[in-house]
């Protein structure tokens, strides 16, 4: 399932999430060469995380392979930065462009519910849960982790939390067709969570190509950390709204 949009009104302009929208784009651009071959495996061999050696559980010197001859080698540096690194970083256009969309989905509305600070210490938090749970599930990994999927996890979680019954407007493809579906964010994320939890098993997933476990550990980060970090005064200022609106979205 693949979201298009949702009903639920905002008060304020997300400053925020638009703030981490035009980050990742810059990075993407500038950083990564627009997904070119030299800068991005370079992006990768300097700012992404990588388990193994974060943690000094691989040999200095193991080589990655990235691309025909390109590859990093491991130098054992300290690498605690690439805690955080990573989750701006991105491989292709496409996982950019996801990433980002359901960002701008999701992020407005648990931003209105936080403001724009908190929001910000909320995804930072929200990337730190995802690496560790994804560093738990192989501490020896040496697969180069990017994407600020396990932040936009966290996201996910806050929002099913928040506003389970909020509507969320949604492909679904069936076959050769396509059709979309108007789903309360409780089925719907509730279905992604459990989709990335099966996932996480190897069996299921296979090689750990995708971080599944950095996706579900975002998703319970943000269902934790949403109530203590959020504004009572937010939510009550959202739940405001017209008779027939906070009947449908009440948190």
């Given at each position: 399932?693949?979201?298009?949009?949702?009903?639920?009104?905002?008060?304020?302009t997300p400053v925020a999430t638009i703030g981490l929208i035009v980050v990742n784009l810059f990075v993407w651009m500038f950083v990564q060469g627009a997904g070119s071959d030299v800068?991005?495996?370079?992006?990768?061999?300097?700012?992404?995380?990588?388990?193994?050696?974060?943690?000094?559980?691989?040999?200095?010197?193991?080589?990655?392979?990235?691309?025909?001859?390109?590859?990093?080698?491991?130098?054992?540096?300290?690498?605690?930065?690439?805690?955080?690194?990573?989750?701006?970083?991105?491989?292709?256009?496409?996982?950019?462009?996801?990433?980002?969309?359901?960002?701008?989905?999701?992020?407005?509305?648990?931003?209105?519910?936080?403001?724009?600070?908190?929001?910000?210490?909320?995804?930072?938090?929200?990337?730190?849960?995802?690496?560790?749970?994804?560093?738990?599930?192989?501490?020896?990994?040496?697969?180069?982790?990017?994407?600020?999927?396990?932040?936009?996890?966290?996201?996910?979680?806050?929002?099913?939390?928040?506003?389970?019954?909020?509507?969320?407007?949604?492909?679904?493809?069936?076959?050769?067709?396509?059709?979309?579906?108007?789903?309360?964010?409780?089925?719907?994320?509730?279905?992604?969570?459990?989709?990335?939890?099966?996932?996480?098993?190897?069996?299921?997933?296979?090689?750990?190509?995708?971080?599944?476990?950095?996706?579900?550990?975002?998703?319970?980060?943000?269902?934790?950390?949403?109530?203590?970090?959020?504004?009572?005064?937010?939510?009550?200022?959202?739940?405001?709204?017209?008779?027939?609106?906070?009947?449908?979205?009440?948190?």
């Amino acid at each position: 399932m693949f979201p298009i949009r949702d009903e639920n009104p905002t008060l304020r302009t997300p400053v925020a999430t638009i703030g981490l929208i035009v980050v990742n784009l810059f990075v993407w651009m500038f950083v990564q060469g627009a997904g070119s071959d030299v800068p991005l495996a370079r992006s990768l061999c300097l700012y992404s995380l990588i388990p193994g050696e974060l943690l000094n559980s691989v040999p200095v010197g193991t080589r990655i392979d990235l691309a025909e001859n390109m590859a990093c080698v491991l130098d054992g540096k300290d690498g605690l930065s690439t805690l955080i690194t990573h989750a701006f970083l991105h491989g292709s256009w496409f996982h950019i462009i996801t990433n980002l969309w359901f960002l701008w989905i999701f992020g407005d509305n648990v931003e209105d519910a936080m403001g724009p600070f908190r929001f910000l210490v909320f995804y930072a938090l929200c990337i730190l849960a995802a690496a560790g749970a994804q560093i738990m599930a192989d501490t020896a990994a040496i697969t180069p982790m990017v994407g600020a999927s396990g932040a936009i996890g966290g996201v996910m979680g806050a929002y099913a939390r928040l506003y389970p019954r909020a509507y969320v407007h949604t492909l679904i493809p069936l076959g050769f067709f396509i059709t979309t579906a108007a789903i309360p964010a409780v089925y719907m994320l509730g279905y992604w969570f459990f989709i990335q939890l099966i996932s996480a098993v190897p069996a299921v997933g296979g090689p750990a190509q995708i971080a599944f476990w950095a996706h579900a550990g975002g998703f319970v980060a943000g269902l934790l950390l949403i109530k203590p970090i959020s504004r009572q005064d937010y939510i009550d200022e959202h739940n405001r709204l017209t008779p027939n609106q906070s009947a449908k979205y009440r948190l």
